[in-house]
């Protein structure tokens, strides 16, 4: 279980290949929400403790997992967190961060010039 930072600054959780989005938080428990909920229309939720550990799944997907996509986000992550505290050129970011994927995830990256209006 992993917290990703979204491109709004929210908090997305990556477990077992899937993403989730903050539905709800509770006294006891926050509830996730499939991201895919509105393109897919899938139904799974998940629920964690309030300090986002203990994930439980709730609802099933009714879609594969995507761990590649995991990657690309940690990925541009990663390459967002460079452009802020480093002088580093954007390319050069990029492809610092794509030559840490393997190679299924590399085909499925977007191109540079898509990454570099994501970083600024």
Partial sequence: MEIIE?????DK??????MYVM???GKNYCTWRCNKKS???????LHTSIN???PILKV????????????IAKAINKIKQN???SGANPSQMYAEAVSQLDVYTKARMRYFFVIFYVIY
């Fill in 83 to 85: 452009a802020k505290c």
């Fill in 6 to 10: 979204s491109n709004k600054g929210k």
């Fill in 60 to 71: 099933q997907h009714q879609h594969s997992a995507e761990q590649s996509k995991i990657e």
């Fill in 23 to 25: 539905k709800h938080a």
């Fill in 52 to 54: 986002k550990t203990d």
């Fill in 13 to 18: 959780l990556a477990f077992n290949g899937y």
């Fill in 39 to 45: 393109s897919l229309n899938c139904p799974a939720i």
